[in-house]
């Protein structure tokens, strides 16, 4: 299965971390795929695998977002988002 998302400018997106699954594995929304810098206008809130834990990303501009665990570089997420997802 794919992902197949889009990501609309000043629309106000929440991710629940909660679930003991994402522990040790923190959500970022970064700028390329290999994911070093990190998109603008997003949160953190808590810490993943917690109750309460969350991101919230508010894009501001279009452009690409790349989704990525902080914790293993590249290679979580680019396994089902390398061409990104575009923000109209």
Do not use: W
């Amino acid at each position: 299965a794919s992902l197949s998302l889009n990501f609309e400018v000043n629309t106000i997106y929440t991710f629940d971390l909660s679930d003991g699954s994402n522990g040790g594995h923190p959500l970022q929304l970064v700028t390329t795929l290999i994911g070093s810098t990190l998109y603008s206008n997003q949160s953190t809130v808590g810490t993943a695998g917690t109750a309460g834990a969350k991101v919230v990303f508010t894009p501001q501009t279009r452009g690409t977002v790349f989704i990525k665990c902080s914790n293993h570089g590249s290679g979580m997420g680019s396994n089902y988002n390398s061409p990104g997802i575009p923000v109209i």
